[in-house]
């Protein structure tokens, strides 16, 4: 697994790159109208682009090759370690000064960059993180997940691929089109974080204790994506969320279940009740006192969409009521994300003592996280039956986020996506995911505009086996990033 080298114009291939890729583009990206710099900017720079990603292939799977999974317990820290070196030396060859791997406080590191432009000129924060989720089950995997592979379908299968390596990626190709196209127009800070999948808030703890440090005029979060490929997407609102351990004891071991079973408190089948709890028959999500029938305003999810989206088997009905936009964006949700219990293979015919699961909350927009922490952790202790022990611990948390869509960077946005996506208008969507740093950065910098974009469409199955990107969807995104810093600093420079 190599690092940048000094010279940016001379990217080696890594092992992770010896798939040789076919990809030859979409015919014209960013040939339309509509850019606040002109058509002939558009093709400029989209040909620029187009001409950077072979480069990009190369750089994303040299980063895709790092195990960075920001649990120790599963992966060696030395991964994201490594992950987080070659994201600073790519800065580095890119011209960034000040560059820094921090030290979060929650032992992990997120690295920091800025790249200087004209006097005067406004500032943009552009953001990705480095971690990745779990690969799960490596043999369910088509191709090695920390290896970028090219698929027959002409995407770019790795874990991270999409989320959120890609996301980094397509920021350096942004800045080098933008750059090679007339200059720098604006400042720029980079910061990509090293733990947002473990939802353990350390680029938020140190952004609140160095305000400075990632002050902006506007704020590009590269860690959203289209609603589907080809259709130009920003993402108005978030769910925030929590994780919630929770255990359960009812014995001072293990017992024989012939022997005691009938009458023995089984801890596993208290958990399970007390997990069956969290939702109704038809599948809603409930929680004493949560709020749970909000109502999404913006554009519809259509129920069949959803289905092959989320590839829901032939006869398996949906979870829940209502609108599938409203329970994707404007409710709460829970999931059961693991249970510790015996294996089938090797199991004793045993009445359990005690029992474990990690919960999942998603907390809509309009209710606070903390809130919803207390009615969780009380909902979950008040159902635990035949008065079994439960303890909880609360491993991480995020609040929901929506941003204000009428901004003058949205406005410059609309544009650029425009123009990259060949005429097409700019879709307004929820997601049903949390990025907790958005609520930290929008309490610090409340002046500042807030952007969600990226390259998670459906189709990328992100968190799942089987992650891929689709190098179309970066190309756009990138051709339309580098149209956003021209056209946000001729709209500043015209205000």
């Not at 699961?357 to 952790?377: C, N, Q, Y």
């Amino acid at each position: 697994m190599q690092h940048p080298p000094s010279d940016p114009t001379a990217m080696p291939h890594s092992s992770a790159s010896s798939t040789s890729s076919a990809y030859s583009g979409p015919a014209a990206p960013g040939s339309g109208s509509g850019s606040g710099s002109g058509a002939g900017a558009g093709q400029g720079v989209a040909a620029t682009v187009a001409s950077l990603m072979p480069r990009a292939r190369t750089e994303l799977a040299e980063l895709v090759a790092f195990r960075s999974v920001a649990d120790p317990e599963q992966f060696p820290r030395s991964e994201c370690e490594g992950a987080a070196d070659w994201v600073a030396e790519a800065l580095r060859a890119e011209g960034f000064q000040d560059v820094a791997a921090l030290e979060t406080p929650d032992g992990t590191r997120s690295v920091y960059g800025f790249l200087p432009g004209p006097a005067g000129a406004p500032t943009v924060l552009l953001y990705a993180h480095y971690d990745v989720q779990p690969p799960l089950d490596e043999a369910a995997w088509h191709t090695p997940p920390f290896e970028l592979t090219d698929g027959d379908d002409g995407r770019w299968y790795g874990r991270g691929a999409a989320d959120c390596k890609g996301g980094f990626i397509m920021h350096l190709l942004a800045l080098r089109a933008v750059r090679e196209n007339g200059g720098l127009p604006v400042s720029v800070k980079m910061v990509v974080e090293g733990s947002e999948e473990q939802g353990t808030g350390g680029l938020e703890q140190y952004a609140r204790q160095h305000p400075e440090l990632l002050a902006a005029d506007t704020i590009v979060i590269g860690d959203a994506g289209n609603f589907r490929c080809g259709l130009p997407t920003v993402t108005a609102s978030l769910r925030g969320m929590t994780l919630l351990r929770v255990q359960v004891d009812t014995l001072e071991g293990n017992l024989h279940s012939g022997l005691f079973g009938g009458a023995a408190p089984d801890a596993l089948a208290a958990l399970l009740r007390t997990l069956d709890s969290l939702r109704d028959a038809e599948g809603n999500t409930v929680v004493d006192g949560l709020a749970a029938d909000s109502r999404w305003e913006g554009m519809a999810y259509p129920e069949e969409d959803f289905r092959r989206d989320a590839k829901v088997l032939d006869g398996v009905g949906l979870s829940g009521g209502g609108a599938v936009a409203d329970r994707l964006w404007a409710r709460p949700a829970v999931t059961v994300l693991g249970i510790d219990c015996p294996p089938v293979v090797g199991a004793t015919p045993s009445v359990h003592a005690s029992a474990r699961a990690l919960v999942s909350l998603r907390i809509p927009p309009g209710t606070d996280v903390e809130k919803a922490i207390e009615l969780l952790v009380a909902h979950v202790e008040s159902h635990v039956p035949w008065q079994a022990r439960v303890s909880t611990e609360v491993v991480g948390k995020g609040q929901p986020f929506t941003a204000d869509t009428s901004s003058p960077a949205y406005t410059a946005m609309a544009a650029a996506l425009s123009t990259a996506y060949d005429g097409q208008e700019m879709q307004v969507a929820g997601m049903g995911g949390s990025i907790p740093l958005c609520n930290a950065l929008d309490a610090l910098y409340p002046d500042a505009e807030i952007l969600l974009i990226g390259l998670s469409e459906p189709e990328a199955q992100i968190h799942a086996v089987n992650e891929s990107v689709d190098p179309r969807e970066l190309e756009r995104m990138a051709v339309a990033e580098a149209l956003f810093l021209r056209g946000y600093a001729e709209q500043a420079a015209g205000a």
